[in-house]
């Protein structure tokens, strides 16, 4: 049990907080697979470079991280007063989500699942 009154502990945890600028989608519609093929490609670099990487790749995956990428820089412009050429992707995962299970019929009267797939993908961006 903490000692002190219950909005000293949490002054304290909300000292601890991370205060990045952060960008998260949740349920996303692709695979964490293929969501991470993109991500790797930006992790680490500079916004203005991530950006074209990612205007620029071909996979359905980059269109949607693409915005979810224009959504944590301006979170951290209007949020955090950061500008945007001083930023950098810190770190970018994708998670596991739920899976929504479906049925294709074969042949025999036989069913085989179908596994459509959802991840959560999170980008945090840092000052140089």
Do not use: W
Request: with cysteine.
């Amino acid at each position: 049990m903490a000692k002190g009154h219950r909005t000293q502990i949490k002054r304290e945890r909300n000292e601890q907080k991370d205060t990045r600028a952060t960008a998260k989608l949740s349920y996303a519609r692709m695979s964490v697979t293929k969501a991470c093929f993109v991500l790797d490609a930006i992790r680490g670099k500079d916004v203005d470079t991530a950006l074209a990487i990612v205007m620029y790749n071909p996979r359905y995956a980059s269109s949607v991280i693409e915005k979810l990428l224009r959504s944590a820089i301006a979170n951290a412009e209007n949020n955090n007063g950061l500008k945007k050429d001083d930023l950098y992707i810190a770190e970018c995962y994708a998670n596991k989500g739920p899976t929504l299970k479906r049925i294709q019929p074969r042949a025999q009267g036989r069913a085989y699942r179908i596994e459509k797939r959802m991840s959560h993908i999170t980008i945090v961006l840092d000052e140089k």
